[in-house]
Each structure stands twice: as structure tokens, then as C-alpha cells.
């Protein structure tokens, strides 16, 4: 399986912002972007030119990598959204979060999404009874999920229920926290999103 296993911090300061890859360490003095809040690399306190092509391009980057998604899979993603109908920055978005290791991020599972598809890919997660390892796998309404039985006192998924319960559950997901089961009620329109990504400047791109 592909992934990003470079310094995750480097990414949030290239993109002037936090994208909680981390979790606790993102809310805390800690975080890259407190201490330095400018791009890495030689140049990266120098003055950048924002083109509307760079504009653009940033946020796609952003939305990439706050979903822990490749270049190719982000791409085929858009294409997917653009042939749904309807609107297409929201047909995206509603894909990235229909992605498995983000639900059990959004269900207070996991601390990061990176926690999330490590859970996943470790085959601690039944998907309508069914064992998957697959992060990328899209849930759909309806779909029941839990945790195996032996995995449901795994000390990480205690640390995340106890610690990112003021993150709130989304309300297209119902969350038994005690006996580690979600159910999708159905998939979020674009008002349950609370990321921070301007989709409209990602389909800008991708339309050049």
C-alpha cells in the first residue's frame, strides 16, 4: 500500500496551516506551525508570488494530504465526483469522507487519520461483520462497523474516545462508543463538512 512516510509536520507548514495529521500534538505548543509558521526549505521565509495557479494548487495539496490520499487516487477521485452529477467540489468531498479510515477518525476512534488507517489496515475493523484491511474502502448508508472483539480494549482507541470526545460526532454517523460499533445513517452534505477546504478552487484546477 502507497503512503506518504515523510516528516507529516513539513506538510501542515507548507501549507501555512494546520492540517491535524498528529492529533494531540497539532493543539499543542508543539506544533510545527507555532513554532514555525513558514514553508520549509532554504527558501521558504522569501517572498512568494500568488498566482491564482498556485492558489489553486495549494489547496488541492491541503485536501490531499488532510485525507492521506495519493496523487493518482485524489485525481480519479475528482473524475468520479465531475461524472456523479451535481455538484462536483461536493461530490468529492462527500467521497473523502466516506473513506473507512476517516469514518473511524469522525467516530473518535482514532486520534488522527493516519491512527485511523493504521487501525484499519491492521484488520482491527469489521465492516458488516466482515474483516477488511483496506483504509480506502467507501462506506455507504446503513453500513454497520465495529471494532473485532479482541481489538475492542486496544489502549490507543481508549486513549482517542477519551481524549477527542469534545471533537463531537458527526451526524451522519451513530457512534456506540462503549461497545465500539458505528452505523452510516447516510453520507454528509456539504454543511456536516468542517474541513477547511475550498473545494471550488480544487475543480478550478483540475478544469484547466
Known amino acids: 500500500m502507497a503512503r506518504y512516510t515523510g516528516p507529516v509536520c513539513k506538510l501542515c507548514r507548507r501549507e501555512r ?17 507555532e513554532t514555525r509558521p513558514y514553508p520549509p ?3 521558504g521565509r522569501g517572498r512568494i508570488k500568488e498566482t491564482q495557479y498556485l492558489i489553486q494548487l495549494r489547496e488541492k495539496q491541503k485536501a490531499r494530504r488532510i485525507y492521506g490520499v495519493l496523487e493518482k487516487q485524489f485525481r480519479n477521485y475528482y473524475k468520479e465526483a465531475a461524472a456523479g452529477g451535481g455538484i462536483t467540489g461536493e461530490n468529492l468531498l462527500r467521497i473523502l469522507e466516506s473513506r473507512l479510515d476517516n469514518v473511524m477518525y469522525r467516530s473518535n476512534f482514532a486520534t488522527s487519520r493516519a491512527q485511523a488507517r493504521q487501525l484499519v489496515s491492521h484488520g482491527h475493523v469489521l465492516v458488516n461483520g466482515r474483516r477488511v484491511d483496506k483504509p480506502s ?9 465495529e471494532l473485532r472483539e ?59
Open 137 to 145: 474502502i467507501r462506506v455507504r448508508p446503513g453500513t454497520d462497523l
Open 41 to 43: 526549505g532554504d527558501h
Open 150 to 208: 479482541r481489538s475492542k480494549d486496544l489502549v490507543a482507541v481508549q486513549h482517542a474516545i477519551d481524549t477527542e470526545g469534545d471533537r463531537g460526532i458527526p451526524e451522519w454517523l451513530e457512534v456506540d462508543a462503549d461497545e465500539r460499533k458505528v452505523t452510516v445513517r447516510d453520507l454528509p452534505t456539504r454543511a456536516q463538512v468542517d474541513t477547511q477546504i475550498q473545494e471550488q478552487l480544487i475543480v478550478e484546477l483540475y478544469s484547466k
Open 17 to 33: 496551516t494546520k492540517l491535524f495529521l498528529k492529533g494531540a500534538r497539532c493543539e499543542s505548543s508543539k506544533c510545527a506551525i
